[in-house]
């Protein structure tokens, strides 16, 4: 049985039982207590980063009052990893508030732990000691890419990129590809510069005319063209690549999306990836390998992302994460662990649906939701991202890898939020119902019955998360579905030391015999709703106060009371027995709910109009269910609808926001008109979404104080 199968028998349940519930408003303390026993990150994939290495990083260090970019790093070089978590650093860097820019030497030694999916840290270059400024992220087709997201006490916002430097020569770079620029001119967000062009070597040195599509700040973040010519290239001995780029014809090369100069780029060892920059400026540039016959089936799977966006009055925003492709029909999942210095002050969690439409030459000629273009490589194993309408942004795309075992195996991609479907990279709450797969997991197939507590075996399968027995709910060979314990648990926010950032080791007992584990990190709540076609995309599971399911033919109503069912919300108060049913006197609330850490929004993208707030009337456990939340929201009298979804229209989109978490996944179809538009953005198809809204400020999290010096 699929998981949300179970979803639809519980909310036929609540439709024959339908409580009134009334919540409770009291404010209660803030989730506290120590946390559990520490786990140790997995670095069974360290022989994943093995050998010398190519890395480009761009970093941004300070801002100044109106938060526009001050101080820029850019490091390059040579990084060694040893396979066993050591790593060499001998390069180089420009800092535009040190020498007047001038190079400096960078040599430097670090550590790195790398997990058996690929996803781990590496120890920053920048501050190779500070914990706090561990660059997240994952290994996969043979580079590296991540971002440092846990830094809160200083500016530190950056993209990282190291990939195996393989030896071309002049002749043998024939392939034509795909580049992603983005460079912060003269070090400064004010003359930030994105695009997008091919490239198109011929074997003797030279590059063909190169058209850059792409956006200027200073041209109002309009869509702006350039074409170049007479652009050359030549490989040293060693592979190192250099590319001289003239001033496009009628434009200055201050204003050069892709700026003239000597520029320093390499081809990874498979010919599938190109990494490269200017040695003197602030710019990174990455590459894939052009292909024909590409499709919406090319983008499936999943693919660990590094990515770098700038929204200008907004400050610098970096992330790292996943996204998942289920489908192959245009239709993901995404999470980022994101870190927005400016307008949230911690990292935070988002987890939305995205919609992609590949042409045959694998690029997307129409934005994702967030902005962004895509161009992928060959088979679909990698892509580049820029962004557009105003969001300046590079990120790369890299497929994970392969993964097979034999006995009792856990995928090592294969834990979910049994709701969202939020992919590995998204963090664990205590309380959330999982689902794992894998192979030989269980000999049978079995479930609970709805209404009971559920056991802690079941089949004879137990699974741990740290070491303590999870409720389940249901077993097969290839999928098992269970509760996090709650007392795998994390302190709520703000919290000032990552450094400690805490993780679940999971593992599957199978009659006695144990599976691999599988190491992910947690965090106090990060919501996923359950929805009608057991996707995690398109309607949730949302409830009438008659019972009734909310549908397009029967939509909800502005200032209607209406019951939306989903997992992840974290601990509740009173507390209660793990797998245990939901109390109905007293209630068990969400501590995220009255601690006044929840909030929950109506985007109607029909009419432009969101952050839209619900009233919360109550979230905490579904009485008398094991392992199920419910959320009761009135939606908003005015701003909202009519949001019915068809086939050139969604339904408004129901965003929900904890103190550590922003989720946008499912659409609530309502009926009426809006009256008041909260807000003005772009429709929804290409728009940048909150919290990437320029301006947007997360609720709950203001901007830390932060020492303005130096301390790199």
Not at 133 to 156: M, N, P, R
Not at 254 to 271: E, R
Request: glycine share 12%; proline share 6%; aromatic share 8%.
């Amino acid at each position: 049985m699929h998981p949300n199968h179970r979803v639809r028998l519980l909310l036929k349940e609540k439709a024959n039982t339908q409580m009134k519930i009334t919540a409770n408003l009291a404010l209660m303390t803030v989730l506290g207590g120590a946390l559990a026993s520490a786990q140790n990150l997995d670095s069974s994939g360290n022989g994943l980063l093995k050998g010398a290495f190519r890395f480009r990083q761009v970093a941004i260090l300070n801002y100044d009052q109106n938060g526009f970019v001050t101080q820029v790093r850019a490091a390059f070089g040579t990084i060694s990893f040893d396979g066993a978590g050591n790593y060499s650093v001998a390069g180089n860097y420009i800092d535009n508030t040190k020498s007047s820019g001038a190079s400096q030497a960078l040599t430097v030694t670090g550590t790195y732990v790398i997990g058996a999916n690929g996803t781990g840290y590496i120890a920053n270059p920048l501050a190779p000691t500070n914990s706090a400024d561990w660059i997240y992220g994952a290994v996969a087709q043979g580079a590296f890419t991540g971002s440092t997201t846990e830094e809160t006490q200083i500016y530190l916002n950056d993209l990282f990129v190291a990939i195996p430097a393989g030896s071309p020569t002049n002749s043998s770079f024939t392939s034509p590809y795909w580049i992603g620029v983005m460079d912060f001119t003269n070090a400064s967000d004010q003359s930030v510069k994105n695009g997008m062009f091919q490239l198109t070597p011929n074997g003797s040195g030279g590059l063909g005319t190169i058209t850059v599509t792409g956006q200027d700040y200073n041209a109002a973040s309009n869509p702006v063209t350039q074409t170049t010519s007479g652009a050359t290239y030549s490989f040293a001995a060693d592979g190192t690549g250099t590319m001289n780029i003239p001033a496009p014809n009628g434009t200055t090369a201050a204003n050069a999306l892709f700026a003239p100069a000597a520029k320093t780029f390499f081809v990874s060892s498979d010919g599938n990836l190109l990494l490269g920059w200017t040695p003197t400026g602030y710019d990174i540039f990455i590459g894939v390998k052009a292909i024909s016959g590409a499709s919406n089936a090319t983008f499936q799977g999943l693919y660990y992302t590094g990515t770098i966006d700038d929204t200008s009055n907004c400050g610098v925003d970096t992330s790292s994460g996943s996204i998942w492709s289920a489908r192959g029909d245009g239709n993901s999942i995404v999470h980022e662990r994101i870190s927005y210095p400016i307008c949230v002050g911690v990292p935070f969690d988002y987890v939305s649906d995205n919609f992609t439409q590949l042409s045959g030459n694998g690029t997307t000629a129409n934005p994702d939701y967030s902005g962004y273009l895509y161009a992928f490589g060959p088979n679909g194993q990698t892509f580049v991202s820029v962004g557009s309408n105003g969001v300046f942004s590079l990120g790369l795309g890299l497929h994970s890898n392969n993964f097979s075992g034999t006995g009792v195996y856990l995928y090592p991609i294969g834990v979910f939020n049994a709701a969202s479907y939020a992919p590995i990279t998204a963090a664990l709450a205590p309380g959330e119902l999982i689902t794992l797969f894998g192979s030989n997991l269980a000999n049978s197939t079995t479930s609970v019955q709805g209404g009971q507590v559920f056991p802690t075996s079941l089949g004879g399968v137990q699974v741990t998360i740290n070491g303590t027995q999870c409720p389940i709910y249901f077993v097969s060979p290839n999928q098992i579905s269970v509760i996090v314990p709650y007392g795998t648990k994390t302190a709520s926010l703000p919290r000032r030391d990552q450094s400690s950032r805490q993780v679940a080791t999971i593992q599957v007992n199978n009659n006695g015999t144990l599976s691999n584990t599988v190491t992910m990190y947690m965090t106090d709540a990060l919501p996923g709703v359950f929805t009608q076609d057991q996707t995690g995309i398109g309607l949730g599971a949302a409830l009438h106060g008659d019972g009734s399911l909310i549908t397009a033919a029967n939509p909800a109503k502005p200032g209607e009371t209406i019951s939306v069912f989903l997992t992840g919300l974290g601990t509740v108060t009173p507390t209660i027995n793990d797998g245990a049913l939901g109390g109905t006197n007293p209630l068990n609330q969400a501590d995220q709910f009255t601690s006044n850490n929840l909030a929950v929004n109506f985007d109607d993208f029909n009419n432009n109009s969101l952050g839209n707030q619900a009233t919360i009337t109550y979230a905490g456990l579904a009485p008398g269910l094991a392992g199920l939340y419910q959320l009761n929201v009135t939606v908003p009298s005015t701003g909202v609808g009519p949001c019915i979804p068809s086939s050139t229209a969604v339904g408004c989109y129901l965003a929900i926001l904890t103190d550590a978490a922003y989720i946008e996944q499912v659409q609530i179809p309502v009926s009426g008109s809006s009256t008041a538009a909260a807000a003005t953005p772009k429709a929804r198809t290409g728009a940048p979404l909150s919290p990437r809204v320029p301006g947007a400020r997360h609720p709950f999290i203001s901007r830390p104080q932060r020492q303005r010096s130096d301390p790199h």
